[in-house]
C-alpha cells in the first residue's frame, strides 16, 4: 500500500503552459507539505497544511497555488511555466510535527 | 534560522568500508534531528532520527548521536554495501511555532564492489 502517492510521475510542458501535481495520502496524517528539489539535490519547503489549512507559505511566486480539498489531499497548481520551475517536487505528510513521510516525486520539466 | 550543513560529496567507498558522514546544524533550543536517505529516481526515505540530547538512533546498521555540545548528528555505518548508494539528507526539525523539516545539501555515497 503506498503511503503518500503522486501523480504524474514525470511532466514535461511547454514554458507559459498551466499543470497540477496531484497529491494523497492514507497515513491519516493531519500535515501536508510541498518540496522543491533543484538539480544540486537541495530541498526546500514550498508550503504546509494541517488540517486542510495553510500553515506556511514561503516565498514562493504567486504563480503557485497549492489546494487541500481535505486532510488526505493537498494538490499543486502552476501557472504560466518556466524555464526555472523544472524540478522534482515532493509531496510528503506528518502526524503534527513529527518526521515527514515523502512521495515518490514529480519531475517536472519545462521546455 | 535554522541551517544544517552536510559534508560535500560524493563520497566513494569500497564496500565494507566504514562510513562518515558529517552533520552539523544551527538551531535554537533542542531540536528533532533526522537522516533521510534518496535511492535514484525515488522519494525520500526517514532512516533513522533523535529527539533529545544524546539519543542515539539507528536503523539499517546505520547509526547516528545527537550531539548537543557540538551541534552535530554524523551518519555511521561499519561496513557499507553496494545497496547503500544514495544521497543522504540530514534535516532538522526545529521548536520555534509551527516548523517544517529544514535540510542539509544532501551527501551522494557511492559504493564499490
Known amino acids: 500500500d503506498t503511503a503518500v502517492s503522486q501523480t504524474p510521475k514525470y511532466l514535461v510542458t511547454q514554458m507559459g503552459n498551466d499543470k497540477s501535481i496531484k497529491c494523497e495520502q492514507n497515513?491519516?496524517?493531519?500535515?501536508m507539505y510541498w518540496y522543491k528539489q533543484d538539480s544540486k539535490k537541495f530541498l526546500k519547503i514550498m508550503f504546509s497544511?494541517?488540517?486542510?489549512?495553510?500553515?506556511i507559505n514561503e516565498t514562493v511566486p504567486n504563480r503557485f497555488s497549492p489546494k487541500s480539498p481535505d486532510k488526505a489531499h493537498l494538490n499543486l497548481h502552476i501557472n504560466s511555466l518556466e524555464l526555472g520551475d523544472s524540478a522534482v517536487y515532493f509531496c510528503?505528510?506528518?502526524?503534527?510535527?513529527?518526521?515527514?513521510?515523502f512521495g515518490p516525486g514529480t519531475r517536472l520539466t519545462v521546455l | 534560522g535554522d541551517s544544517v550543513t552536510q559534508m560535500e560529496g560524493p563520497v566513494t567507498l569500497s564496500e565494507e568500508a566504514f562510513l562518515t558522514i558529517n552533520c552539523t546544524y544551527t538551531?535554537?533550543?533542542?531540536?528533532?534531528l533526522f537522516w533521510y536517505v534518496q535511492y535514484p529516481g525515488e522519494g525520500l526515505q526517514l532512516l533513522l532520527k533523535?529527539?533529545?540530547?544524546?539519543d542515539k538512533g539507528s536503523n539499517k546498521g546505520f547509526e547516528a548521536t545527537y550531539r548537543k555540545e557540538t551541534t552535530s548528528f554524523h551518519l555511521e555505518k561499519g561496513s557499507v554495501q553496494v545497496s547503500d548508494s544514495a544521497v543522504y539528507f540530514c534535516?532538522?526539525?526545529?521548536?520555534?511555532?509551527?516548523?517544517?523539516?529544514?535540510f542539509g545539501k544532501g551527501t551522494m555515497l557511492l559504493v564499490s564492489p
Open positions: 497515513l491519516g496524517h493531519d500535515t
Open positions: 497544511y494541517n488540517n486542510k489549512e495553510l500553515i
Open positions: 538551531a535554537t533550543g533542542y531540536p528533532s
Open positions: 533523535a529527539t533529545k540530547a544524546d
Open positions: 510528503a505528510s506528518s502526524h503534527g510535527e513529527r518526521e515527514g513521510y
Open positions: 534535516a532538522l526539525r526545529g521548536v520555534s511555532g509551527y516548523s517544517t523539516l529544514t
